[in-house]
């Protein structure tokens, strides 16, 4: 269901302006999320919604994982099994993360300032606000 202010079914946990403001603050194209980025946009989502984060073996990519289905800026409707050829590694841990991707990442180390200030920013949208009442009804079940 599309509305004004956004997707608002519950599977939909990436739209266009989320995609849009990272890349905007990130001064790069939606393709080159995937080519250099995914950590930080993987990282975005976790903070957003709690998500375990997943990097392939050959640290080539990340993406997040939600409810068992793989999400990522190439697969923003989500993607039953691993977004990586090779086997991944889904991590709980949040600086293991980080030290993963500051050794292996293209972009740069993580920017924990520009992430939290882009996080902030999209938790103030109504799209996100009503997507996380329904979640949390829905977990409640």
């Not at 289905?69 to 099994?81: E, L």
């Not at 086997?87 to 709980?92: G, P």
Request: hydrophobic share 30%; proline share 2%.
């Amino acid at each position: 269901m599309r509305t004004r202010s956004g997707w608002t079914s519950e599977k939909k946990y990436i739209n266009g302006r989320i995609i849009s403001r990272f890349c905007k603050t990130h001064k790069i194209t939606p393709r080159q999320i995937n080519l250099g980025y995914c950590y930080k946009f993987a990282m975005l989502l976790h903070k957003l919604y709690n998500a375990d984060l997943a990097v392939c073996r050959c640290g080539n990519h990340a993406w997040t994982i939600i409810n068992g289905v793989h999400y990522d800026s190439d697969n923003p409707d989500g993607k039953s099994g691993s977004l990586c050829s090779c086997n991944q590694y889904t991590i709980r841990d949040y600086s293991l993360f980080t030290k993963c991707w500051n050794s292996v990442g293209l972009s740069g180390p993580i920017d924990e300032k520009s992430i939290d200030s882009l996080t902030n920013r999209i938790k103030g949208w109504k799209f996100y606000k009503q997507l996380n009442a329904r979640l949390k009804q829905r977990r409640k079940k």
